[in-house]
């Protein structure tokens, strides 16, 4: 009887032919290769050698507002798993109530109460528990359990995207500051060529076409140098409001003395382990897990659902009685719900369902995919950079030797100061494109740190594989 009744409502033809990715479906051979290297520490920062960096990571994660938004999302999702979990368990509550009323003489209510006032007195210990035979309460808490474990894993990500962003703004700074010491170093020289200059032009040896034009050059790296300043000011006040502080805890850092880092090697087996120690990965997965769950529940809704309930109480009028055996009072029965038609909400409800799982997988899919190419574009990155810095270093080391000798050529004469100036110009590209190739490898090292999870490695209950839904 009751499969022909819930026949009425049913779900027929309502499924979805969505799955995950499985990483190792993809081909990284190359582009991510197995190096025998280590993942990323918690303290992965600590790399640079830097102690600064290090407490303005730390300070970041322990006052910003972005974070504290984090944490909210999973104090709720908590309560959330919490009220579904009661929903499991049986209920039980116990009232009383008194009340003053006068009774009609012309009811059913017999004498002596009829036309008199008496007061009622009730106290009662009621219990009630679904039967859930069909699974929806434990489905609804499977759902509230993996969407809390979404909510931590998101936490994560934004912890990880905070302190990355810290030290790369940090970083920055670094290379600012090193650009400031080629901008200092251009203005001496060119105050150099100033002076030399005045003294051939008071010789006779050049004009004051060269003396205003040295001077030119000098009031143009003096104003590149004012510029590097104010982008130094900038970063500053960029690393403070990260710290979740003002402008002013941003003047309070002292210049950045990073180093190197460690030797960039891949872990091995890295597609199939990337899905648990990047945060948003698992996060995608565990809302894919509560998709599921939110089926099942939505799939109990087409069966019946059953209710006990039981109630024992006093109830007399006056108190003389109140006590007595004979005002006991007691019920106990069971309730039944059952969807014959609800013109189509259930079946739109459950496609609704599908929906957000169908969804929720191609998020997982699309994070997957850009987990993997951010760890291949960093690494390509990181080993085109030394490659060019290879070059940038001979590069460098050639200019600043020919600036070396134009200047001693021209202050002896032999040359003009057109060779000086080109030999300036080259010399000052040179040192900043091997500077800056410096810093934006260690942009790059923090980056793939980032990228392979920060050292984040999921500890919450195994995760389903979302397979094929019928």
């Known amino acids: 009887m009751v499969a022909v009744l819930a026949g009425c409502a049913n779900y027929a033809g309502i499924k979805s032919d969505k799955h995950i990715a499985d990483a190792a479906a993809y081909t990284t051979t190359q582009s991510i290769p197995a190096e025998q290297g280590r993942w990323p520490s918690v ?17 970041a994660l322990q006052g910003s507002p972005s974070l504290e938004k984090a944490r909210a999302r999973v104090a709720a999702a908590t309560a959330f798993s919490e009220s579904a979990n009661a929903n499991t368990l049986p209920q039980v509550g116990a009232g009383y109530s008194w009340t003053r009323q006068r009774y009609s003489e012309s009811t059913l209510v017999p004498p002596p109460f009829a036309g008199s006032w008496q007061s009622e007195n009730k106290a009662f210990i009621n219990a009630s528990y679904e039967l859930d ?39 920055e700074l670094a290379r600012l500051y090193a650009l400031h010491d080629i901008a200092q170093d251009e203005v001496k020289q060119r105050r150099e060529v100033l002076r030399v200059t005045g003294g051939r032009v008071t010789m006779g040896l050049d004009t004051e076409v060269e003396k205003r034009t040295a001077e030119a050059n000098l009031a143009a790296s003096e104003v590149a140098l004012a510029a590097l300043d104010g982008s130094i000011q900038r970063t500053r006040y960029q690393l403070g409001a990260l710290l979740g502080q003002g402008p002013d805890r941003g003047m309070a850092i002292a210049r950045p003395a990073l180093g190197t880092g460690d030797e960039v090697r891949l872990p091995d087996n890295l597609p199939a382990d990337l899905i648990s120690r ?4 698992v996060a995608a997965r565990w809302r894919v897990d509560a998709t599921l769950h939110d089926i099942k529940v939505a799939k109990a809704e087409f069966y019946p659902d059953i209710n006990l309930g039981a109630m024992i109480g006093l109830d007399a009028f006056g108190w003389s009685r109140f006590l007595h055996a004979a005002s006991r009072t007691a019920s106990a029965g069971a309730a039944i719900h059952l969807p014959i038609f609800d013109g189509g909400a259930l079946r739109a409800q459950l496609k609704g369902r599908y929906a957000e799982f169908d969804f929720a997988v191609a998020n997982y899919n699309e994070t997957l995919v850009n987990a993997l190419t951010d760890v291949a574009t960093q690494l390509a990155d990181i080993r085109s950079i030394d490659t060019q810095i290879d070059s940038a270093v001979r590069t460098d080391t050639a200019a600043q030797r020919a600036l070396t000798l134009a200047l001693a050529q021209y202050k002896a004469g032999l040359t003009t100061q057109l060779t000086v100036l080109n030999a300036q110009t080259n010399a000052l590209r040179s040192s900043q494109v091997l500077a800056n190739l410096r810093m934006t490898r260690r942009d790059r090292k923090i980056a793939l740190a980032a990228a392979l999870g920060g050292g984040y490695t999921d500890t919450s209950d195994s995760i389903r594989q979302a397979a094929l839904i019928r």
């Not at 303290?43 to 300070?59: C, P, R, S, V």
């Not at 609804?140 to 810290?166: W, Y």
């Not at 990047?278 to 990965?281: A, G, M, N, V």
């Open 133 to 171: 035979l069909w699974g929806k309460n434990r489905e609804a808490l499977r759902s509230a359990i993996s969407a809390l474990h979404a909510s931590e894993a998101e936490s994560e990500q934004v912890k990880l995207t905070l302190s990355s962003a810290v030290a790369r703004a940090y970083n």
């Open 43 to 59: 303290d992965w920062a600590d790399q640079f050698g830097d102690a600064q960096l290090k407490t303005l990571i730390a300070e």
């Open 278 to 281: 990047r945060p948003d990965l």
